[in-house]
């Protein structure tokens, strides 16, 4: 599967953005969908993921309450609507899919920068 995520940007702290994630190449209702980060000198972080149907969200707790993370299986996107942004959410954005949960995450899309002003 290819990933080609989107919607990075520059919003200022308290603000909002939503990301994309678009899938192509397989079936996309086969993949558990994840997001995950990676900030300026340090590790890359997960964020969230949703089960294949999107019944089922999994959250890092430094997010809790403020992302969303959503999928459209007839558009094959996943979205991360993040909102109450803050400084600390600056970070380079990634999709990825993977066939189970609590996988691998064999499947990358680029990154997609988000830049929180203070």
């Known amino acids: 599967v290819q990933l080609q995520a989107s919607g990075g940007g520059l919003v200022q702290a308290g603000g909002s953005l939503r990301l994309s994630c678009a899938a192509s190449?397989?079936?996309?209702?086969?993949?558990?969908m994840g997001w995950f980060r990676q900030a300026p000198g340090k590790e890359r972080e997960f964020v969230a993921a949703i089960s294949w149907n999107g019944g089922r969200t999994y959250y890092v707790d430094s997010v809790k309450g403020r992302f969303t993370i959503s999928r459209d299986n007839a558009k094959n996107t996943v979205y991360l609507q993040m909102n109450s942004m803050k400084p600390e959410d600056t970070a380079v954005y990634y999709c990825a899919a993977d066939n189970v949960v609590g996988g691998t995450w064999p499947y990358w899309g680029q990154g997609t920068l988000v830049t929180v002003s203070s």
């Open positions: 190449g397989r079936t996309f209702s086969d993949y558990v």
